[in-house]
């Protein structure tokens, strides 16, 4: 085979791909010309103004978050991403055998000392 036949193989092959993925831009590069030049453009003082959830904002947006806020959002995503370490356990269960029910074991143990240690030092408290 020549190269040309290996390049004309490989497109017939992906075609669909391909045309998918430029029907797709155009339709999005499309949608945003058009919404562009048919939306209204009123700019009155009461649409620029800033709006916070129904209400008058009464603060700078930049403000700090408490530390308490990260503790807690990082407790959630490490403790939501241990859990999804069961399930492909859970799928070559019968596989692994008693050594891999050991290493679970040890896994959950290790996850339920990090879950009481955050409880303990108050991670878990929204205050």
Known sequence: MTGTEVLL??????????????????????????????????????????????????????????????????????FDIEVIFLYPWAVVFTKIGVIGLIEMMIFIGLFIVAYVYAWRKGALEWD
């Open 9 to 78: 193989e490989y497109l017939t092959k992906f075609f669909p791909i391909f045309l998918f993925i430029l029907v797709t831009l155009f339709f999005g590069v499309a949608t945003l010309v058009i919404s562009y030049f048919v939306q209204p453009r009123y700019p009155e003082p009461e649409k620029l103004s800033t709006y916070e959830c129904g209400a008058e904002p009464f603060s700078d947006a930049r403000m700090p978050f408490p530390v308490r806020y990260y503790i807690f959002a990082m407790l959630f995503v490490i």
